[in-house]
């Protein structure tokens, strides 16, 4: 439990914090999500506009510290490889 005033301000900001990272993660992830969808469902065009919509927030997320560079650069490129790979 903090106990000094500088903990008890450090437990604050990390709540807020928290709530700010896991919104922003969930909302890289539903971007994720729909270039999946748009993949399974075969629509390359719609695949490659999600694609394009996911990229920015997903680098968004490296720069505010939620993912790690190359996480993200690796979930970029497996997805265009197989937006790319679709007929």
């Given at each position: 439990m903090a106990n000094s005033p500088?903990?008890?301000?450090?437990?604050r900001q990390n709540e807020k914090r928290?709530?700010?990272?896991?919104?922003?993660r969930s909302r890289i992830r539903?971007?994720?999500r729909k270039?999946?969808?748009?993949?399974?469902?075969g629509d390359?065009?719609?695949a490659a506009t999600a694609l394009k919509a996911a990229q920015p927030e997903l680098m968004r997320?490296?720069?505010?510290?939620v993912f790690?560079?190359?996480?993200a650069s690796r979930k970029?490129?497996?997805?265009?490889?197989?937006?790319?790979?679709?007929?």
């Open positions: 500088q903990s008890k301000k450090r437990a928290f709530a700010v990272n896991k919104a922003r539903t971007y994720l270039v999946e969808e748009a993949i399974a469902s390359k065009g719609a997320g490296v720069t505010k510290g790690h560079k190359n996480t970029m490129s497996r997805l265009s490889s197989r937006v790319k790979a679709m007929a």
